[in-house]
């Protein structure tokens, strides 16, 4: 029935499917299309093939057929991109090169917008509106505008039609998802299907204004006390779900360092205030920006750090939190067993994969980076070297954990192209060496009790109550217990084979005995044929049996 849905939409969506089709097979990535059941992609899949863009590599391609694909496909690679588990290394950087710099929609279409979402002309909200956007995105472009009590603004409107885009993009998406789940084996352990529907949470969740508007509210709510950092300030009264009014800031973009250097600022103290600003988030606040490119930070008068497009935000829980910092601290502590255990506690790990190979790589990885004083430590390399890792084990990373790496790693990057010499580890000891007090102290032993009695609690409170209806059931004869057994049908049929040659020795010995008729030379015939049967399933059974420890102590090497 899922199959059947999959193809339905895509066969309402013929001419986007088709057009999607030929723009991977232009790129040379169409060939596991080929198992998909859908006539209007292999008809694609015909035309364009073996141009001289085949010579890039692979990463290189998918990049360019995705930014020609518009604007979901350019979200989809950029979520991809924070995936190093799921995609690799080389796939998620190339991936996070992705642009969405589009032309803007004139300035008639933005004031359309603007007035069915706040209810009123632009003029009569704004005091000066510029219908000329200063930014233009794939899914919103942003304005200057001034409020009648005098404040410059920043106006980000979300571009028209382009959340029916989306949702036609997303029907397709998980209609190829599903199909290419069932029918294409190279792709079935990425899960599309999951992957493609936490794509659609997260891009919906950018499509809406008043979660980006809930964000900066929050950060500067953290960093209230805090002067060097600030965040746009929002007017939730000129705001909407399509439609985002905040404060403007005017200064110097972290993605122009000449420019900033030119202020006779000292870039490695900027670079060093920007990782403290993000650790404290990370860390102390459990909420972070999770988007840190050099152009979401700004320089602005007084060496205040401005930071823009809240929109991506990455939020720990408490028990991703420990699992986070269980890793930290095994890596610390060159503990392979612990770290081991702390990659199979986090990640959806396969039922075939091997505990001991993955300890010995992990026993690799913590010789190679811990070995390195503070300063010379690539933390980004050994991020990655730990993603290649897990990846190459197959073990999936929850969504969190994935965004977390690739902020961290983003995050050096970005301090790196302000400061060469920047190292993040170094930045990062303090924060590493708080988390270990935290650990110990006594009110996090506190609150581990108290969270334990709460499972105990609820345990002791739900056991008489089950305890009550099983013996119920059990009184009335209604109790059924279900079993489910791997493997079953080889055990029993030895099991049968068994009992029915040691059977047939049992009555073959009694025939012999008894002498029964017909004898011949003394010996009853029926009783020796049957010893010689039984001998020979006997013989039989026991081979079975230690062909199969054979192929099993295979299996476990």
Known sequence: MLHLGAIDRLNRDTHRVAEIAGVLAKYGLAGWLRAIPLNAVRERLKSDEGQPINELSAPVRLRLALTDLGTTFIKLGQMLSTRPDVVGVEVADELSQLQTDTPADDGATIRKL?????????????????????????????????????????????????????????SILSGLAELAEKHVDQLRP???????????????RELDFNIERRNLEEFARNFADDPGVRFPKPWPEFSSRRALTMEFFDGLLGSDPDALK????????FAQRGADMYLEMI???????????PGNLMLLPGGVIGVLDCGMAGRLDDVLRDEIEAILLAVAQRDTEALTDAVFSIG???????????????????????????????????LRSLADIIRRHHISLPPGVSLLLRTLI???G?????????????????????????????QRFWLKIQ?????????????????????QRLRSGRLTVHLDHRHLDPVVNRLVLGILTASLFLGSSLLWSMRAAPIVAGVSVFGAAGYVISVYMGWKLLRAIRRSGNVEGKEEK
């Open 190 to 204: 990425y899960e599309p299907v999951a992957l493609v529907r936490q794509f659609r949470r997260t891009i919906l």
């Open 410 to 412: 983003v995050l050096e």
């Open 414 to 442: 970005t301090s790196q192209l302000l400061n060469p010499d920047f190292s993040l580890a170094a930045v990062i000891r303090p924060y590493y060496l708080r988390t270990i007090g935290r650990r110990l102290s006594p």
């Open 348 to 382: 959806a790990v396969p039922v075939d994969a091997s505990r001991d190979q993955l300890r010995a790589d992990l026993a690799d990885f913590v010789a190679e980076y811990t070995g390195q004083s503070i300063g010379e430590l690539d933390l980004a390399g050994a």
């Open 262 to 269: 030119a202020t006779g600022i000292d870039l490695g103290e």
């Open 283 to 293: 860390f102390r606040d459990s909420f972070y920006h999770a988007d840190p490119h």
């Open 451 to 471: 969270r334990s009695y709460r499972d105990w609690d609820r345990l002791f409170k739900a056991l008489p109550r089950d305890l009550t209806e099983t013996l």
């Open 114 to 170: 603007l007035e069915e979402e706040l209810g009123r002309p632009a003029d009569e909200i704004f005091a000066f509106f510029d219908e000329e956007a200063f930014a233009s995105a794939s899914i919103a472009q942003v304005h200057r505008a001034k409020l009648p009590t005098g404040e410059s603004v920043a106006v980000k409107i979300q571009k028209a039609g382009i959340q029916r885009l989306v949702e036609s993009d997303l």
